[in-house]
């Protein structure tokens, strides 16, 4: 089952614009992950949020959580036609949940130079 | 420092058939994670596999079976193919088991089940 949810499933933007993608989630976690995968391959793990932290930065990435929520969005600044991915959140429900991340649907980000 | 690996690229398998599935882990990882992702869909967890032993199971049937290697090399077996089972199959491997250890997943290998 899938527990995050991107939105928007698709977005396209100028080589220059800021990206935001947002995940929505239905259980308690003890962190939020998001990746990146380009063209159906192997996933890149771009930045780990925990639960009880609310916004976090890693070059031209940012991250917010708000777990009243239930939301996490990414924010990518600056883009570049190489950020052409899709991004996916991962979630961790915590104890008792079988060492599984529980993923969403992602968002299918085009950047056109 | 050697990636994540994995073999086959493509397969292309009948329904019925039995299939294995090979990962090699990053150097110094002795956790491996195998994951299920269909075309535009998210990557749905299989199990994970720690020093040997599995270590945590989604929800897929016991004809998905695997293998840790002392070396931390992995493997996924399916038996009986349906052909529901065409899609990526993604390893991850990380240095522990914990979620907020970083996995670093392999390039896949995409199963087409005819």
């Known amino acids: 089952s899938q527990q995050g949810e991107e939105d928007p499933q698709a977005l396209s933007i100028q080589e220059g614009e800021n990206a935001t993608m947002n995940c929505s989630y239905k259980t308690s976690i003890n962190n939020l992950q998001w990746y990146r995968q380009n063209s159906g391959r192997g996933l890149v793990h771009l930045i780990l949020i925990r639960s009880n932290e609310r916004e976090k930065h890693s070059g031209r990435l940012r991250v917010t959580l708000d777990t009243s929520k239930k939301s996490s969005s990414l924010l990518i600044t600056a883009s570049r036609a190489a950020d052409t991915a899709s991004y996916f959140c991962a979630t961790d429900p915590g104890a008792g949940n079988n060492r599984k991340l529980i993923w969403g649907l992602g968002t299918s980000l085009a950047v056109n130079p | 420092e050697t990636g994540v690996t994995q073999s086959p690229t493509h397969l292309i398998k009948t329904r019925g058939q039995q299939v294995t599935l090979r990962c090699s882990s990053q150097?110094?990882?002795?956790?491996v994670s195998w994951y299920q992702q269909a075309l535009g869909q998210g990557p749905q967890f299989i199990f994970q596999?720690?020093?040997?032993?599995?270590?945590g199971r989604g929800n897929f049937p016991p004809r998905f079976s695997g293998l840790q290697f002392p070396n931390y090399s992995s493997e996924l077996n399916v038996n009986a193919l349906e052909l529901d089972d065409s899609a990526l199959y993604l390893c991850a491997s990380s240095p522990g088991t914990g979620s907020t250890y970083e996995q670093y997943f392999g390039p896949g290998t995409r199963l087409t089940v005819t």
């Open positions: 596999y720690y020093r040997e032993e599995e270590n």
């Open positions: 150097s110094g990882h002795n956790t």
